[in-house]
């Protein structure tokens, strides 16, 4: 079905191309001075630039159509064209074309719709862009994504950090903003109150009382 929309669409796109393309050439070949003038009699507003416009959708959008290229944009502009030339000149004729009637300008027009609502099928240079990038597109996503590395660690696992080692809380302030009781330090080596070491004249003692040589006391004299 996809096939059949796509031959379809492409011989609707240069058919309407083609007949929008002989008759911006026909304007063309008429002057803008001579197309100015007829809309004017028409009662086109700004004939000009409505001259002018008409001139260049018909045969740029009508090339664009045949080409299969900004479709969408090309049959906006034709539908534009279309639907101007239907208020302003055709719709007070009738519908026959022998009449000066709307019938082929309505045709042209409603295939413009159509080519609007659905685009220009893949058959044309939208049709090749849009493939082109599909394709693009699938290979980026089926390419595999490289696995992230995690981060390695040149701390061992038996080390213990910083931030691993439990935090004692600290003792609260005591009240009424008093300094805290400070340690008290050993007597006997103050330079260093962390050791337990005893003075020099304890040390002193302690050996006369250890020592074999201690004075004997004499024994009381008896006599008279």
Not at 109 to 135: E, K, P, S, Y
Not at 197 to 213: E, G, N, T, V, Y
Not at 217 to 224: G, H, I, L, Q
Request: aromatic content about 6%; charged content about 15%; proline content about 11%.
């Amino acid at each position: 079905m996809r096939l059949v929309f796509d031959l379809a669409a492409l011989i609707a796109r240069v058919t309407i191309g083609v007949i929008f393309v002989a008759h911006g050439w026909q304007k063309w070949q008429a002057g803008p001075g001579s197309i100015a003038q007829m809309f004017t009699q028409s009662g086109v507003p700004y004939p000009e630039l409505a001259a002018g416009f008409t001139t260049i959708a018909e045969l740029v959008g009508g090339s664009f159509l045949i080409l299969g290229m900004l479709v969408r944009v090309a049959a906006l502009a034709l539908l534009a064209v279309s639907a101007g030339a239907i208020i302003f000149v055709h719709a007070k004729n009738g519908i026959f074309v022998a009449d000066m009637g709307w019938e082929l300008v309505g045709a042209l027009g409603a295939c413009c719709l159509l080519l609007l609502a659905t685009g220009g099928g893949r058959i044309g240079v939208d049709g090749i862009v849009n493939a082109f990038f599909r394709r693009r597109r699938t290979a980026e996503l089926s390419l595999p994504e490289a696995p992230v590395a995690a981060p390695s660690s040149t701390v061992s696992p038996n080390v213990r950090t910083v931030t691993d080692v439990p935090r004692q809380p600290a003792p609260p302030p005591p009240a009424g903003g008093s300094t805290p009781p400070q340690p008290p330090q050993n007597p006997g080596n103050p330079g260093n109150p962390g050791n337990p070491r005893l003075s020099d004249d304890d040390m002193k003692a302690i050996d006369a009382l250890m020592s074999d040589d201690q004075p004997r006391k004499n024994p009381p004299d008896n006599r008279a």
